[in-house]
């Protein structure tokens, strides 16, 4: 049933503000860059090799595993792509959410498109970008009002449902339908209280159960177009959700409100990092004269494992003492990205030991809202204060095609050849005038071998 006071539920009304979403320029350019941010994170990360599983698990069919050569159904190549652009911790993310929208939103929509375009009903690239903005706009605001913590994968079928059902052109009916099949059949269920109900599970490909949403809002679009019902009051329950700030008026569309991620790690990692690789340039500093570092931040940096010793890729990007440790050793963009063979580097783990984390008052009143930390450097009896730092590419400062590039180009340095990288950058022009055809075509192909060091 609706809120007291409310006359239909929220799905229902948002599924009627998705079909009148009117796209405006900045909600394109924000779907532009959210294309340009996913594929330069899916490209960095190494080849999964789950194709064939995958295939298994969920049919062939049409649709594009991106770099691989390989196709499958839509829910198996959106799943891929979704794992892949998740996998560095390098796309895009939204601080009211707490989440990560472009890994679900961008493979869910482009994995639809490649099904229509297998029926002949082919979308055209400004129907991709709106049904994209659309994921986003839906998908946010849905997981923005929750009263409880919960990873991306809980909310990322709403995401991904809103996407590649606006790209059908589901009738709101059956959009608020399929909504719901996704809410609930979307996956940790079982750890979304806050705190949650055992320890939150880390050093996996499960990660934020992102492909995992994906699957079930992909497969909700044609079971609710063939008739499925849901919960269409699924979030009309307080004090789970606020129905008014799920439907309250906003200064812009939801895309614009994501920031950016210059580093392959929990963001919890990027203030600190960005704040020391700062203090050694314009100090003249270097790692070996550093006797210790002290972190004052907020709640949040300490709810992450912080190993110094992390066991896999996972635990280290959920590490500020060892991300730390490898900015201190090898510069400011060793972690765009990491790699596994970033991990048991024992200098890192010495260094890592040399730093300590505490929650500042003054700091902790400004999260969530923001991430900002102090760093104190010891170095002898020296000490060296940094100001208060907040991460780049936060949303209220929007990273520019230019620094977009340089990412692209720093994060595939030793995962994509030369000449794959060439065809992107080329694509990647077209892109940015709303032409999706070169860049899709690039993800359809194997890409080439990158060459033995």
């Not at 159960?209 to 079930?216: E, F, L, M, Q, Y």
Request: proline share 8%; aromatic share 6%; charged share 20%.
């Amino acid at each position: 049933m609706p809120q007291p006071g409310r006359m239909i539920p929220v799905l229902e009304d948002l599924a009627k503000r998705a079909h009148g979403f009117r796209m405006c320029d900045a909600a394109r350019q924000g779907a532009i860059e959210a294309v340009l941010d996913t594929v330069t994170a899916a490209a960095a990360a190494p080849p999964h090799g789950f194709g064939t599983a995958l295939r298994e698990a969920y049919g062939a069919g049409p649709s594009v595993l991106w770099f691989t050569g390989e196709k499958g159904s839509p829910v198996a190549a959106g799943f891929a792509n979704a794992l892949a652009s998740a996998a560095l911790d390098l796309d895009d993310g939204h601080r009211a959410s707490r989440g990560h929208p472009g890994a679900a939103v961008v493979p869910a929509v482009l994995a639809h498109a490649d099904r229509m375009d297998s029926l002949g009903t082919s979308p055209s690239d400004e129907a991709i970008l709106r049904a994209i903005a659309i994921g986003y706009e839906i998908g946010l605001r849905i997981a923005a009002a929750r009263s409880f913590y919960a990873r991306t994968g809980f909310w990322g079928g709403f995401a991904a449902a809103a996407g590649a059902g606006a790209l059908q052109g589901l009738a709101p009916m059956e959009m608020a339908n399929a909504l719901a099949i996704a809410g609930e059949t979307g996956p940790h269920m079982a750890t979304t209280t806050a705190p949650p109900a055992w320890p939150q599970p880390n050093g996996s490909h499960v990660k934020e159960g992102i492909p995992w949403g994906v699957a079930t809002g992909l497969s909700a679009v044609p079971l609710a177009a063939a008739g499925m019902t849901g919960a269409r009051d699924l979030v009309d329950h307080a004090p789970f959700f606020d129905a008014d700030a799920i439907l309250a008026d906003r200064p812009g569309p939801a895309i614009r409100e994501s920031y950016t991620k210059f580093h392959a790690a929990c963001r919890h990692v990027h203030a600190p990092v960005e704040a020391l690789a700062a203090l050694m340039a314009d100090h003249g500093l270097q790692a070996a004269q550093i006797d210790a570092i002290h972190v004052s931040a907020y709640s949040g940096a300490l709810r992450i494992p912080n190993a110094p010793r992390p066991r896999n890729l996972v635990d280290a990007q959920y590490s500020i003492p060892y991300c730390l440790a490898l900015v201190a050793l090898r510069g400011a963009d060793a972690l765009l990205p990491m790699s596994s063979a970033d991990l048991h580097d024992e200098a890192a783990e010495a260094f890592a030991a040399k730093v300590s984390i505490s929650i500042a008052p003054e700091l902790e009143a400004r999260f969530p809202a923001e991430t900002p930390v102090h760093l104190r450097v010891t170095c002898g009896d020296r000490q060296i204060d940094s100001p208060v730092t907040t991460p780049s590419g936060e949303a209220r400062d929007r990273p520019g095609w230019d620094m977009r590039l340089r990412k692209f180009r720093v994060a595939t340095r030793d995962q994509v050849a030369v000449e794959d990288r060439d065809r992107l950058e080329s694509a990647f022009i077209c892109l940015r005038e709303g032409d999706l055809g070169p860049l899709r075509r690039c993800l359809a192909d194997r890409r080439a071998p990158f060459p033995a060091l």
